[in-house]
């Protein structure tokens, strides 16, 4: 039988291999592609917002984002940790309604899932991924990179292929929340490699993870198959 696994990160492609899956037969295609057809408009926010969004599962990383907001270096800094996202009920990991409210305060905001988050990453300084939930290729990451966001994320599958250190981000270990704090200080006080990774950040995914790009690779996958 002729056929080809496509994997989004290198664990999953390692697992694979593991099992006895030669490589041959695993394409790594990283993410499900971006649009640059519009350039996006780049200006610099009022308010020092860091930015989080995804499912509200207690394995992405929400308490730790939370413990980010809480800490004292922030207080009075004009910073707000800016938390997108809905509880996802269907899971038993999902965090609850009340506890997001218990945390809203002057640093943290909670808002539900939004249709489009495109007015949110263009008012942000920052995205901040402390995720330790198993997935191909977090798209909102590369979301962010198209919006010249540099990204602070913990080590993890699929962070692990598309943030380069000092290049488009930052990785942590996880649930460092202290080295996570570090660096956040450091970026929001250093304007000039804030917006050097942040230009870093959009032409490595416009490189990378175009709709172009991971279409042609996609197709070679199917031509070779037909």
């Known amino acids: 039988t002729t056929f080809?696994?496509?994997?989004?990160?290198t664990e999953n492609k390692n697992y694979l291999i593991?099992?006895?899956?030669s490589k041959n037969k695993i394409k790594f295609i990283p993410g499900t592609g971006l649009s640059f057809k519009k350039k996006i408009k780049t200006k610099v926010p009022?308010?020092?917002t860091i930015l989080f969004a995804g499912r509200l599962l207690w394995s992405k990383g929400v308490k730790e984002?939370?413990?980010?907001?809480?800490?004292k270096y922030f207080l009075n800094q004009n910073v707000k940790f800016l938390l997108i996202g809905s509880?996802?009920?269907?899971?038993s990991d999902a965090i609850s309604v009340e506890y997001l409210k218990s945390q809203n305060d002057k640093n943290f905001t909670w808002l539900k899932k939004q249709k489009s988050l495109d007015k949110f990453?263009?008012?942000?300084?920052?995205?901040?991924?402390p995720s330790t939930y198993g997935e191909g290729t977090p798209r909102v990451v590369l979301e962010?990179?198209?919006?010249?966001l540099p990204v602070i994320a913990f080590r993890n599958?699929?962070?692990?292929?598309?943030?380069?250190?000092?290049?488009?981000?930052?990785?942590?270990e996880p649930k460092n929340t202290k080295k996570m704090i570090n660096r956040l200080r450091f970026l929001l006080n250093n304007k000039t490699v804030r917006n050097k990774i942040g230009r870093n950040a959009y032409n490595y995914a416009k490189k990378n993870f175009s709709n172009k790009k991971v279409f042609i690779d996609t197709y070679k996958v199917w031509k070779q198959l037909l």
């Open 65 to 71: 984002f939370i413990e980010c907001s809480n800490s």
């Open 121 to 129: 990453f263009s008012k942000s300084y920052l995205f901040l991924y």
């Open 18 to 21: 593991n099992l006895g899956v």
């Open 87 to 91: 509880p996802d009920y269907g899971s």
């Open 144 to 148: 962010a990179f198209r919006h010249s």
């Open 157 to 172: 599958p699929g962070c692990n292929d598309i943030i380069k250190n000092n290049l488009n981000g930052f990785l942590i």
């Open 46 to 48: 009022k308010i020092k």
């Open 4 to 9: 080809k696994i496509i994997v989004q990160n």
